[in-house]
């Protein structure tokens, strides 16, 4: 038996659109999701359900929670399982803090390397605790406006860890 999964449709900003149940009781009527061209109610951006880069779908795979009597929330991913390219959702986000390290960062390649350790801070990868370490040099070598920049701008995307490494928490 395949475990059950959901297809989740997604807007380019991040709102979950619709999450759809695929299990055995699906196997019937499986319902085509691609193509499906439709706009988030929340922002009117355009919705996807597949990773744009490798066309896998785009899934929350954990059966136990789907199984359970207390369902947790969907959880967006932010990467593709299959190709690794961030989600639209999570690039939007890595550019924003590109955009404020290109700004406190004159050292052109110095500031190269820390975009490029980016996706290892905010997910796991074999180069995370080298990229945590790069993080909190460079956050505790700039001036307190800038380092208050990225803290604000952190924590509206949800990514506390930067508070962390700004030695704020
Ligand atoms: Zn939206
Ligand atoms: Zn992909």
Redesign the pocket.
Known sequence: MRAPYFVLQVCLNGHLVKAHFRGELDELHQTTIRGLDQYCSRCGSKTIA???????EIRDESVEEILSAIPTPIQLPSF??????PYPWMQQKLDIISRLIDQAESDVQEAQELKELLPSIVHETPKTPQAIERFKRFLGSVTPPIRDAFVSKGLEMGFEFLLRYAGMK
């Open positions: 597949h990773c744009p880069s490798c066309s896998r593709c399982v299959s190709c690794g390219t």
